[in-house]
């Protein structure tokens, strides 16, 4: 049932939580296949090796930085983004603590309890793993379980097929694009906007439990179950 104010006119439904939420403490993420930890400059070898497997540089078309050519350019970026607040990027390790990647939460907004998750570069060995899709649920319970927010956002250049598919088998839902919405590498960028919020968590939240079980993966690491079948 729709509410109105004394003039009659429509207005939102109330919202009963306490704002400003807490800022999101930089600090490790545990999961059963991997972690994700603050990322520090000296996780800039891992991260060169493991971005020297894409040989093409096809991961880094939709970064708005361009592929590091030395391991000392990934160093100065390492060295730039571990001082940053927000973005606040996170390494994504392996069970046996290799960098195979890193992400980002950003557009932090206590205020309303709002966060993104983006700046996400995964190398080629990180990719559809059981580890690539715990890193963003990972995030995702940080938000919702541990930080009480109530809107977690996803957005990427609407020609980035791989990015939108990811974002609706996470269970994203679809909100739009802004057209024209900023430029990167001397190109235009339209840019699709996705979104779960905090009434929506709850059931997706138990599908990636179950999904990240024990019972659904065999003595390889192989799912028995796809995400999407759950």
Not at 152 to 163: G, I, Q, R, V
Request: with cysteine; proline share 7%; glycine share 8%.
């Amino acid at each position: 049932m729709t509410r109105t104010n004394d003039h009659g006119q429509p207005i939102g439904a109330p919202v009963a939580a306490r704002f400003p939420r807490p800022r999101p403490p930089h600090v490790a993420l545990d999961g059963r296949f991997g972690r994700l930890v603050p990322l520090r400059e000296e996780h800039a070898p891992g991260l060169f090796a493991a971005f020297a497997s894409d040989a093409a540089g096809t991961g880094w078309t939709y970064l708005p930085i361009e592929p590091w050519d030395t391991e000392e350019a990934a160093a100065r970026w390492c060295r730039t983004a571990q001082g940053s607040a927000d973005p606040q990027f996170y390494t994504v390790e392996d069970a046996d603590g290799t960098a195979s990647g890193f992400c980002s939460l950003l557009r932090i907004d206590p205020a309303v309890g709002s966060v993104e998750v983006g700046f996400i570069h995964f190398a080629p060995r990180l990719q559809r793993t059981a580890l690539a899709t715990e890193a963003m649920v990972l995030l995702m319970r940080h938000a919702f379980d541990t930080l009480g927010y109530r809107r977690y956002e996803w957005k990427c250049d609407a020609l980035n097929a791989p990015s939108m598919c990811a974002a609706e088998r996470l269970g994203f839902t679809y909100e739009g694009t802004f057209r024209q919405a900023t430029i990167y590498k001397g190109r235009n960028r339209d840019t699709a906007w996705f979104s779960i919020i905090d009434t929506e968590w709850p059931a997706l939240a138990a599908r990636f439990d179950r999904w990240l079980s024990a019972e659904n993966f065999d003595g390889e690491g192989r799912q028995k179950v796809r995400l999407s079948e759950v």
